[in-house]
Each structure stands twice: as structure tokens, then as C-alpha cells.
């Protein structure tokens, strides 16, 4: 597995500055692959371990992988913006990704909330791979995502039912990997989760 120690920045983002984490493996490079994270409002930051996860997962995969406290979180500035903000913070994270670590290919991984925000970006960036875990189908517009897109969900996760997801997932024909009673943060089960996404990367 490659490793990498995260360095802890701050980038121009477009309410201000932006706190970012990046853990690069150095040349020869992927690409780069963005992390966002669970709802401002509710603790979520760049720090929680589904997002480190996340992160581990690309890294190992051979992308620089960058994740972003979102505006009003850490040192980043602004204030929550209802997921339009948050949207164009992880635009601004890209755009900066790109111009520092290089071109290659573009991944983008959320978790809950940070699952709207990677899916409405994708949209915009059109990545080669998306990775959306317990994303919050019931909670934000999700919009349909590309064919392959890897979506994980816990069967008892109390903050976004899996039914919601898989009553998204459905019209889209979209498969969902259930992890047995694993709830919303995935304890107990991240080592797994790190290994599902580092198989769906090999593809």
C-alpha cells in the first residue's frame, strides 16, 4: 500500500479560504481523487474516519487524494450554504487539485451529505470514477449518477435508511453494496469498506 504524509493547507476557495488535507504518493501519479465530507452542521469535517477512509482507499490506489474542510468548517471561511456553496468549494478543491498534482484521472468519494455534494459535482466534472457511500438521498437532491458509480450503504443505518437508497438507486438500475448490519459511520467495518473501494479502483 502506498503511504503518505497528509499535509494540512489552505487554498483560495470561493468564500474565502479553504482547509484542505492532501496525502500525496509522489510521481508517478494516477490522477487525483477528492474526498467531501458528512453536514456541516451536524460535525461533519475532513476529519471524520469514513472520509479518511475514503481517502486512504484512493491513496492506495495511486491517486493524490485531497480532501476539504467545506466553508464554515476548521479554519475554512464562510458559512454554511444549504449545499450550493459546498458544491462550488469542491469544484474550487478540483480545480486546484488539478492545477497542482497535474492531469490523470479525476475520483471523487462522499460520505452522507459529502455524497450530495461529490454526485452534483460529478455532474460538472465528470470523473472516472465516483464513490458515494450512505450518501443522503433523503435529505438533498441527488441527481442520477453515471453507470458505475460504487454506492455503499449500511443495512441499519438510522440517518439515511437504506430504503431511501435504494429507492433512489432503483429507477437508475443502480446496484447498492449492503454491508450487513452496519450503521450510518460504518464501525466496525471501515477495513472492509478501504478494501471495497480499492477493488472498485482497480477496474
Request: proline fraction near 7%; aromatic fraction near 8%.
Amino acid at each position: 500500500m502506498k503511504s503518505a504524509t497528509p499535509s494540512r493547507l489552505s487554498i483560495d476557495g470561493p468564500a474565502g479560504r479553504l482547509e484542505i488535507v492532501v496525502n500525496d504518493p509522489g510521481e508517478p501519479r494516477r490522477g487525483v481523487a477528492l474526498v467531501a465530507h458528512p453536514h456541516p452542521l451536524y460535525g461533519g469535517t475532513l476529519d471524520n474516519k469514513v472520509v479518511q477512509t475514503l481517502a486512504k482507499a484512493f491513496l492506495a490506489s495511486g491517486y493524490c487524494a485531497l480532501r476539504l474542510n467545506f466553508r464554515g468548517v476548521g479554519a475554512s471561511d464562510g458559512v454554511f450554504d444549504e449545499g450550493r456553496g459546498e458544491i462550488e468549494d469542491f469544484v474550487a478543491l478540483a480545480e486546484h487539485a488539478r492545477r497542482t498534482y497535474g492531469g490523470g484521472e479525476l475520483a471523487l468519494g462522499g460520505f452522507s451529505f459529502g455524497g450530495f455534494v461529490a454526485a452534483s459535482a460529478a455532474a460538472r466534472l465528470t470523473p472516472k470514477q465516483l464513490v458515494l457511500v450512505a450518501p443522503a438521498v433523503d435529505r438533498f437532491p441527488l441527481a442520477a449518477v453515471p453507470a458505475g458509480t460504487l454506492v455503499v450503504h449500511g443495512e441499519e443505518d438510522d440517518v439515511v435508511p437504506l430504503k431511501s437508497a435504494l429507492d433512489w438507486a432503483r429507477p437508475q438500475q443502480l446496484p447498492v453494496v449492503v454491508f450487513p448490519g452496519a450503521g450510518h459511520f460504518f464501525h466496525g467495518n471501515l477495513v472492509t469498506l478501504q478494501r471495497l473501494v480499492e477493488q472498485h479502483c482497480r477496474v
